[in-house]
């Protein structure tokens, strides 16, 4: 993987000069802790290392006024007194000789990262920059933002590249209001942000970062709001955000590039925030994302000012982009009763204008947070005078999550490819491990005879491969793996049963094709059997579910992201089988999309197990996708099928009381859907 990573060192020149409670948490350490983490981990010297320039000012005005832009140029002159009275017009704001070179660094950051991806000089990047721009709107600098270098970026993409489809994906906990107010009629640009917003009581106050604002005219569906009403939220809450909210209208949307407005106040310790949400959490937004736009994702850092929080998630977004396994995530995984209500106030927001998220039926948008200023009790603004307490409170809970990631070292091997026989057209990344040892001779027996298909030569051959790389990856010594057998349905069952014996204490199992669960597995919660083209949707048990595969990239969408993702991260397994057995039926890039993105759940432990027959090419998308890139695209978007979505309907009916991540609704969501079903209507997932 080529990752960028863009920084200049005097970005940090700009500081506050007076006393000011409420700015005094943008300072210049942020972006050096966050680089001497990168260093320490040993990720800054796997990126290609661009310094940032300075936009010009035509760039500039790709966005701003010229009167905007002038007016700051101007503050390179002032003497303290006039910056700070400078500042006091704007909101949350102030000013430093250094702003203006430091603004257009970082501007010129952003419009450097997508040159580089765009051009193929790299696959993806970060760009480490203050000041932060999200807030910044044509012609106001707001929030700690002078110029909006998330903003300039997709117009720098559109206009200098071509591009007409951008996405941008903003998990600050601010809202980012300039960045709404900017492309709020453009249908070229989606535009999604979570925020806390407690009914309207938190900074920006705006009543237009409520779920039912939506953009205007041409606009409207491509701005998407989900406000947080309590702190608190963590990474269940943040996982079902993207599951059953961005995710689904973003591939219905097909980016051609993926801007990350990447503030991690929303991270644990935050003084801002107040979330919940650990560094891990990153990782996976960021793996997630990398199924979108051919991978060509570029990260620009917004706020986070708990400066070990903040380096640690932007070591791991980083590790994502450079296409290592993310953790596993701790916690939990069931979502909040309030997030819940947030996310279905937001799909059904935005239910008439997306396909994958349409309702049919009366289940009503849920009440609007509509509130005075009269009435606005203790609005809580950036920065504050218990800023240094709180982050000091937090300093022992957060040395506790690093120890815990530093349990999860990334393997010395990423991928490895176990074959029977070596064919000729089989093209491999160079970094992938082509392996040629089995397991020993008395293991592999020992499996074996557990079914006389296994006692056959090339399935025998097969089978000690398997054990090989499954134990290799059980040991930490591989990440993930591919292994081609003739006998798949036997040699499955022998992989799960040696998985559940050597280390593995939950095992994933999803067969796609006509496998049938093994009869001799124990019902103790410690597999769960997920069957893609099973007979019929049926719940057999809590740990054992069948669906049939949908028949379009709509209803395969949809089965991926409201079914087998959220079952996978409910689960917590640790580890993930994915076999393509007979008459599997997928497309390759419908297969290549699936282990992509179930390299999350289990921290990267995935593996695939296919038929000998299968063809190379299979193989080799396969090793790329568990390697760190990203799927080819699936084609254009499809609505799913009746028949396929009253499918995912009753499953989710019979499953989302025992497994939390399927839910989708608070309690006035669950009532207004338990009434449309009752009316004859249906909701989509």
Same mark, same amino acid.
């Given at each position: ?37 990168? !260093? ?44 700070? +009275? ?54 106001? +600098? ?220 009366? +289940? ?247 038929? !000998? ?73």
């Amino acid at each position: 993987m080529r990752t960028a990573l863009v920084y200049h060192g005097e970005m940090t020149a700009a500081r506050l000069l007076w006393e000011d409670p409420e700015c005094e948490i943008e300072r210049p350490e942020r972006l050096t802790a966050a680089l001497e983490r990168l !260093q320490q981990e040993g990720l800054e010297r796997r990126c290609l290392q661009l310094a940032a320039r300075e936009a010009s000012e035509a760039e500039l005005g790709l966005v701003h006024s010229p009167e905007y832009v002038s007016l700051l140029r101007g503050t390179s002159a002032l003497g303290t007194e006039e910056l700070r +009275a400078l500042s006091g017009q704007y909101d949350a704001v102030y000013f430093h000789p250094s702003t203006f070179h430091c603004a257009r660094l970082a501007a010129g950051a952003a419009l450097q990262l997508v040159d580089a991806v765009l051009t193929g000089a790299a696959h993806n990047g970060l760009a480490l920059v203050r000041p932060p721009g999200h807030h910044s709107q044509r012609a106001a +600098a707001s929030g700690f933002c002078v110029f909006n270098n998330v903003a300039l970026a997709a117009k720098h993409a559109q206009q200098r590249h071509g591009l007409h489809r951008i996405l941008i994906v903003d998990w600050d906990v601010h809202h980012g209001q300039g960045t709404q107010y900017i492309f709020e009629d453009d249908p070229s640009v989606l535009y999604f942000s979570w925020h806390r917003y407690e009914h309207g009581r938190f900074w920006p106050y705006l009543r237009e970062s409520d779920a039912d604002a939506i953009g205007r005219g041409q606009g409207r569906g491509f701005t998407v709001n989900l406000p947080w009403n309590q702190v608190g939220m963590g990474n269940a809450d943040y996982m079902a955000a993207f599951l059953h909210v961005l995710l689904p209208v973003a591939f219905e949307f097909d980016p051609e590039l993926v801007l990350i407005s990447a503030g991690f106040d929303s991270a644990i310790g935050d003084p801002e925030g107040q979330m919940q949400a650990t560094p891990e959490c990153f990782a996976h937004l960021t793996q997630l994302l990398q199924g979108l736009a051919g991978g060509r994702v570029c990260a620009v850092l917004e706020g986070g000012y708990h400066l070990e929080s903040l380096s640690q998630s932007v070591c791991m977004v980083v590790k994502a982009l450079l296409g290592d396994p993310a953790p596993p995530l701790s916690g939990p995984m069931v979502p909040q009763h309030s997030a819940l209500e947030s996310i279905q106030s937001a799909r059904a927001a935005q239910a008439p204008h997306w396909t994958s998220l349409r309702q049919q039926g009366s +289940a009503p948008i849920l009440s609007s947070s509509t509130w005075s200023p009269e009435e606005r009790p203790s609005p809580v603004s950036p920065g504050g005078p218990k800023f240094e307490a709180a982050e000091a409170q937090t300093s022992a809970v957060l040395s506790s999550l690093l120890d815990q990631l530093h349990l999860h070292p990334t393997p010395p091997v990423r991928t490895a490819v176990a074959l029977t026989a070596l064919d000729a057209a089989l093209v491999l990344p160079p970094e992938v491990l082509l392996q040629e040892g089995s397991a020993p001779q008395e293991e592999t027996q020992a499996w074996a005879r557990l079914h006389k298909a296994l006692a056959q030569d090339t399935a025998f051959i097969a089978l000690g491969k398997v054990l090989h790389l499954l134990n290799g990856i059980l040991d930490g010594q591989v990440s993930s793996g591919i292994a081609t057998t003739p006998a798949i349905a036997v040699t499955l069952e022998v992989a799960i049963l040696h998985g559940l014996s050597h280390r593995a204490q939950r095992v994933l199992c999803v067969a796609v094709g006509h496998l049938d669960r093994p009869p001799d597995l124990a019902s103790d919660g410690r597999t769960l059997w997920l069957n893609i083209r099973g007979k019929e949707a049926a719940a057999l048990s809590t740990f054992h579910v069948s669906v049939p595969l949908p028949g379009t990239t709509g209803g395969f969408l949809s089965c991926i992201l409201a079914l087998v993702l959220p079952l996978a991260y409910g689960f917590q397994p640790d580890l993930v089988l994915v076999v393509l057995g007979p008459a599997h039926g997928l497309q390759d890039p419908q297969a290549a999309l699936l282990a992509a993105l179930l390299r999350g759940p289990a921290g990267g432990r995935v593996l695939v197990l296919v038929e !000998q027959e299968s063809p190379s090419q299979l193989v080799g998308v396969l090793a790329r996708v568990l390697h760190g890139e990203a799927p080819p695209s699936l084609g254009p978007f499809s609505m799913a099928s009746p028949e396929d979505l009253q499918a995912l309907i009753h499953l989710r009916g019979q499953l989302e009381a025992q497994w939390k991540m399927l839910q989708v609704a608070g309690e006035a969501g669950d009532r207004a859907e338990a009434e449309c079903r009752e009316c004859g209507g249906t909701v989509l997932p």
